[in-house]
């Protein structure tokens, strides 16, 4: 399984964009990116997944360059509820395989 | 929106007690998995089951865990004969097979306290 590197926190304001870049050199041919979102005491919750190029949704951007060695997940205007821990995931786009949880990114969203 | 149940909240037990943790995965979700978050660490996977059968386990999922699917609806990780370093939060979640998402749904977890 690819081993992902991230930031250990970052730290924002209300209202301003927020990047966060994950590192996975050695990310396989057939695997997907999947950025989750974790509050205290709560279960991860899935944010975005991607293979290539860009992906958009409702909450988030993840923008993964051609060589696929790292990607961006981008949070526009953030909030104060947005400040948790955000884990980038490496592997397969099949059920049951063995994910690995990075320590993630802390994000402080400050008022 | 659907959503994976999880009970009890929290559940304190006696060192080398049976734990059972229940889960309610995602009706038409088809690979279940258990994970565990040590206090102030990481989430870390222990295994996925599909079909009726163990998927893949880590190396934390030794002989003192096992997991079952009873009926159609329940899937439980039993812990036989808890530790202190048991203590935890213990997450179950679901999936669709494959796809073009693969968003795995993760309950509100179990605090397992071992005292």
């Known amino acids: 399984l690819a081993k992902t590197t991230q930031p250990i926190s970052m730290d924002s304001y209300e209202g301003q964009e927020v990047n966060i870049t994950c590192s996975h050199n050695?990310?396989?041919?057939?695997?997907?990116i999947t950025w989750y979102q974790q509050f205290p005491s709560q279960g991860p919750r899935f944010i975005i997944q991607g293979y290539k190029t860009k992906v958009t949704n409702e909450v988030a951007s993840l923008f993964i360059p051609a060589d696929r060695k790292s990607s961006t997940l981008s949070l526009p205007r953030v909030s104060l509820s947005d400040t948790a821990v955000y884990y980038c995931?490496?592997?397969?786009?099949?059920?049951?395989?063995?994910?690995?949880f990075g320590a993630g990114t802390r994000l402080f969203v400050k008022a | 929106e659907p959503e994976v149940t999880q009970t009890p909240s929290h559940q304190v037990t006696q060192m080398g007690q049976e734990v059972i943790l229940r889960c309610v995965p995602i009706s038409n979700h088809l690979y279940f998995y258990w994970y565990r978050q040590i206090l102030g660490q990481k989430v870390e996977f222990l295994v996925s089951?599909?079909?009726?059968?163990?998927?893949?386990k880590s190396e934390i999922f030794d002989d003192q865990f096992s997991v079952e699917r009873p009926d159609g609806s329940n899937f439980t990780l039993k812990i036989r004969s808890t530790k202190l370093e048991d203590s935890a939060m213990y997450f179950c979640a679901s999936s669709e097979p494959m796809g073009t998402n693969t968003e795995a749904f993760f309950g509100q977890g179990t605090r397992l306290t071992v005292v």
């Open positions: 089951f599909y079909n009726n059968e163990i998927s893949e």
């Open positions: 995931l490496v592997g397969p786009n099949t059920g049951g395989f063995k994910t690995i």
């Open positions: 050695n990310i396989a041919t057939n695997d997907y």
